[in-house]
């Protein structure tokens, strides 16, 4: 089992900053990479940005150059994913869930963390 806690979340101006962060812990070993998605109220769970095992990222084109993902596993027993977003906009407005996907095994979620940008 992995667990997911997502941090960060909140209101923020547009063109303003936040900084997302999601400690995952337990079996973490089996962790292969790392996701950000985002849910908007009426729309499809999107992803927004994903960072591999090895450190490769990837980003939905709506965010690339405003968002960062990055990563931070020094500790034995948490691993914590982040997601810098800069510029933000009113239309970056949704639920942040973080993702887990691991080897052998059912991919984690956490429980969402809610991002406003206002106009």
């Known amino acids: 089992q992995v667990q997911l806690v997502e941090s960060g979340g909140g209101l923020v101006q547009a063109g303003g900053s936040l900084r997302l962060s999601c400690a995952a812990s337990?079996?973490?070993?089996?962790?292969?990479?790392m996701a950000w998605y985002r849910q908007a109220p009426g729309r499809q769970r999107e992803l927004v940005a994903i960072?591999?095992?090895?450190?490769?990222?990837?980003?939905?084109d709506s965010v690339r150059g405003r968002f960062t993902i990055s990563r931070d596993n020094a500790k034995n027993t948490v691993y914590t994913v982040y997601l810098q977003m800069n510029s933000l906009k009113p239309e970056d407005t949704a639920v942040y869930y973080c993702?887990?996907?691991?080897?052998?095994?059912?991919?984690?979620w956490g429980q969402g963390t809610q991002v406003t940008v206002s106009s």
């Open positions: 993702k887990a996907m691991r080897s052998l095994a059912t991919d984690s």
């Open positions: 337990g079996s973490i070993f089996s962790i292969n990479g």
């Open positions: 960072i591999t095992k090895s450190g490769i990222t990837n980003y939905a």
